[in-house]
């Protein structure tokens, strides 16, 4: 099939009807899929895709991130992937997430020589040898919340907040994901398991910026780049006491002391919060953004 060195384009389809952001982390949030189709006539491009699903799945009861490569036979149709799950799942919910990615990709992406799945707990991703890839800071997709934020204060809330992602992700006990909050801000914010920890920062420094730019004065707001990802939810009038009961059933989430609060067990269920919120509005925005190269 050769290497691709061409810049290829993406489709975007958002699930709007039936499928929206929500608590459960097993819900479709954005696929997308490379135009490009596998030229297969014998079949080792399906064959090393089904391995490379096989080896990733089979890996996610034990990590929250694995990355590698299949290839077919004579080391030709080599595919390189992925998978990350949320840092507060438990292994048993990494798992069960990672498990359900390959039967989307295959039903929604076909045999597209690239595509990348986004699920509410986790993400895969593939692409062939040679593919060509964006920067780790490239804007992948977006959700941007209906709703305004009134009054004054609420930049300087969540200019604060959201700096406590790029501090939390960069410590030492971060490793590249972090839970929190500032003044009923709730944040979360996540890198890809191979970045290093500065490109890590840089990165959730990016998402921060474009949040505060692509969705202005929202009250909340998903930003996914194409190595990090970071959410944010504001409750002006308090945490609604509901919103509390749906915890996930993973463990693990970095717990931190931020500016004003400490959050304890709350901070396991800051995306979940934010999660929540989505459910009960229409988004005024969709980024329907062009994928060059990458996913």
Not at 26 to 49: E, I, M, R
Not at 118 to 123: A, I, P, S, V
Not at 177 to 204: I, K, P, R
Request: aromatic share 10%.
């Amino acid at each position: 099939m050769g290497s691709f060195s061409l810049l290829f384009i993406f489709h975007l389809t958002l699930f709007t009807n039936h499928v929206v952001f929500s608590a459960d982390y097993t819900n479709l949030v954005y696929k997308g899929c490379a135009d490009q189709q596998f030229q297969d006539p014998t079949g080792v491009y399906t064959q090393s895709l089904k391995n490379l699903f096989d080896t990733l799945t089979s890996q996610s009861s034990s990590t929250k991130f694995y990355k590698t490569t299949t290839a077919g036979q004579g080391g030709q149709s080599a595919i390189i992937g992925l998978f990350q799950c949320r840092g507060d799942l438990s292994s048993n919910d990494c798992n069960n997430c990672v498990n359900k990615i390959p039967k989307i990709s295959q039903k929604l992406c076909a045999k597209a020589v690239a595509a990348r799945v986004q699920l509410g707990g986790c993400y895969l991703r593939y692409e062939v040898s040679g593919f060509r890839q964006v920067s780790a800071t490239e804007l992948i997709f977006k959700i941007c919340g209906s709703t305004q934020a009134s009054g004054t204060g609420f930049e300087d809330r969540l200019d604060t907040a959201l700096g406590e992602i790029a501090k939390g992700v960069g410590s030492s006990s971060g490793n590249g994901f972090y839970t929190g909050g500032y003044e009923s801000v709730y944040v979360l914010g996540q890198c890809e398991g191979d970045l290093a920890s500065a490109d890590c920062v840089d990165c959730v420094k990016t998402a921060s910026q474009r949040a505060k730019s692509e969705c202005s004065a929202c009250i909340s707001a998903q930003i996914y780049l194409q190595q990090c990802y970071i959410s944010y939810t504001y409750y002006p009038n308090g945490v609604p006491t509901k919103s509390l009961s749906s915890s996930p059933s993973g463990t693990g989430a970095n717990t931190q002391k931020t500016v004003a609060i400490v959050l304890g067990g709350i901070v396991g269920v800051g995306f979940l919060i934010a999660a929540s919120l989505f459910m009960k509005s229409a988004f005024k925005k969709r980024s329907r953004p062009k994928y060059v190269g990458g996913y």
